[in-house]
């Protein structure tokens, strides 16, 4: 029997009601209100306006605008169409990727300011406490050590705003991915809800297999009772078929923690999320919620994201584990979790932001090793903290072969930490960088800014040249830090060395992101803005009526949500 998705169809007001009920102009920034900076305890002066009192951001791990037709995605459709749509909207940075872009989101700031920049970290500091320079892997480090990059850099993050705005309420944040979940604001936010380990022993076999709450002041109502609602099989035994089908088995399913399963009683995955948000809707006081979803990220790395869409019967392990039942089974929860806001009431007090942490493509052109438990070693490559990764796929050989690879992560782009950072080196590097499978352009870092090293406009179709001039350096300057890449060779569209589909880069496909802002009095509309990931922090004060100092250090900029 297959398994019925829990459908929520969001239900919004007629347009025509929502316009008569509300001003026409656009939703500006206000005037007068109080500035909030680091260490800045004062209570903030709100406007007399009638403006929203909380913000809920709903993450849809690398969501890519053309699935809301394609799987007929109708709640963030509608969310889309009766909010403030921006249908030019990009990513903005690099690296394009989920431990990177959730900060991005939650802090205003470019990777460059906010303390990491990629999946690996050279820790220039000591930061973390196991060496200068020493490497390590972001979305492996600790709540505690992520919490100390974050709040390294002094700058106030969504938390903090909230908590200066509206004293006494709580800001969350939910996710099946730990590291989405920890880096969403830091520790400004109160309550921060995950999955645990392997820690808890609920199933027939007695076995240690499946996922609790766990993180940051996680309520009891979510932990008790034991084995509860809240409580996952995670048996890596159950992976719906992909630890032996190519090429999911770089990627493989591990039980239902990014997929809900046929469990009832222990749904996990997106519904996992989304119960657990609503949850805490009931019963906490709260300003700020993010919600971030990864079914539809694991399908699109285990099968290639957006070719991955054939109907698979229904029931079925192939059903369950494939992007389309994933797509579907997201867009359910978002009714069900904007259904809930009105059930409760908040539906008018309450900011609605819908996006992605990235986009992604399908590797059509794939040069990693397309084998059973490979990703991270496609992925990965060098010494770190959280572990050595020296496997490197035969396509990396040009450039281990110089001897100055410290580390490497690459995906749809290659970024590359030296050991010898002199300028001949990094010359060297960025030669043996252009002469990997599909590299069309290598960059060096250069103090606060990368220098183009090279080009292959000839590897270039006309689309992949028009949008690199366009955005290719802007895009990789955002990682300029001396945390960040020394090298970083740019990738044909379609390329991954990761997986079957993939992130990281400045391909349009992986920096073309959903973004739209919905609030129940305000008439739908679709500006020609281009905005970006690090532009919705700002546009979120804006619409609470909080101004940002100028002291705090935020890249992105508040658009107005209406006609400009």
């Keep these: 029997m297959t398994t019925q998705l829990r459908r929520g169809a969001f239900r919004l007001g007629s347009r025509a009601a929502r316009k008569a009920a509300v001003l026409a102009t656009a939703l500006l920034l206000a005037a007068g209100v109080a500035a909030v900076g680091p260490g800045d305890t004062r209570p903030l002066a709100r406007s007399s306006e009638p403006r929203p009192q909380r913000v809920l951001i709903l993450v849809v791990d690398q969501f ?50 906010m303390g990491w920049a990629d999946e690996v970290y050279r820790d220039t500091g000591n930061l973390l406490g196991e060496g200068k320079d020493t490497l390590h892997i972001t979305s492996g480090l600790a709540r505690t050590q992520l919490d100390t990059l974050m709040d390294t850099t002094g700058a106030p993050k969504l938390g903090d705003y909230l908590h200066r705005a509206f004293p006494g309420t709580k800001v969350i944040t939910v996710g099946a ?159 069900r979790v904007l259904n809930r806001l009105r059930a409760l009431g908040q539906d008018k007090e309450t900011l609605v932001v819908l996006t992605t942490d990235h986009g992604g493509m399908p590797a059509t052109r794939f040069h990693g090793v397309d084998r059973a438990g490979r990703g991270d070693y496609n992925w990965f490559y060098g010494r770190s903290a959280q572990g050595d990764y020296l496997d490197a796929a035969p396509a990396l050989t040009p450039l281990v072969d110089t001897g100055n690879v410290a580390g490497s992560y690459q995906d749809s782009a290659v970024r590359t930490w030296l050991k010898d950072t002199s300028r001949p080196a990094l010359r060297r590097a960025a030669t043996a960088m252009a002469a990997l499978p599909d590299v069309i352009a290598t960059y060096t870092l250069d103090g606060d800014r990368y220098r183009l090293a090279g080009s292959a406009p000839e590897r270039m179709s006309r689309g992949e040249r028009s949008w690199w001039r366009q955005h290719g350096q802007e895009l990789v300057n955002t990682m300029a830090a001396p945390y960040g890449p020394d090298v970083v060779g740019l990738l044909k569209d379609d390329t991954s060395y990761g997986a079957a589909g993939d992130h990281g880069g400045a391909q349009r496909a992986a920096q073309r992101v959903p973004l739209a802002f919905w609030t129940a009095d305000r008439p739908g509309v679709a500006p020609g803005t281009a905005l970006r990931a690090v532009d919705i922090l700002p546009t979120v004060l804006g619409a609470l009526g909080i101004t940002p100092a100028e002291r705090d250090g935020l890249d992105g900029r508040a658009h107005p949500l209406g006609r400009e």
Aim: hydrophobic share 35%.
């Design 64 to 113: 890519r605008p053309e699935y809301v037709e394609k799987f007929d995605m109708a709640n963030a459709r509608a969310l889309m169409r009766e909010g403030t749509d921006f249908p030019r909207a990009y990513l903005g940075h690099m690296a394009s990727e989920t431990v990177v872009s959730h900060q991005v989101i939650t802090s205003g700031q470019f990777p460059r300011d």
């Design 177 to 335: 991915k730990t590291y989405a979940t920890h880096v969403s604001g830091g520790s400004g936010t109160d309550i921060q809800v995950t999955f645990s380990g392997r820690d808890f022993a609920c199933g027939k076999s007695g076995a240690r297999s499946w996922r609790g709450p766990a993180g940051k002041a996680v309520p009891a109502y979510l932990t008790a009772p034991a084995c509860g609602r809240f409580h996952v099989d995670s048996d890596q035994a159950l992976d719906y078929g992909t630890r032996t089908t190519a090429p999911a088995w770089m990627y493989p399913l591990d039980g239902n923690h990014y997929v809900p399963g046929r469990d009832r009683a222990h749904l996990g995955g997106d519904t996992w999320v989304a119960d657990a948000g609503m949850a805490m809707m009931e019963r906490e006081d709260w300003s700020g919620m993010l919600l971030t979803f990864p079914g539809v990220d694991k399908a699109g790395h285990m099968w290639g994201g957006i070719t991955d869409d054939a109907v698979h019967p229904p029931g079925s392990d192939a059903e369950m584990a494939h992007l389309r039942y994933l797509a579907k089974n997201v867009d359910n929860q978002i009714g």
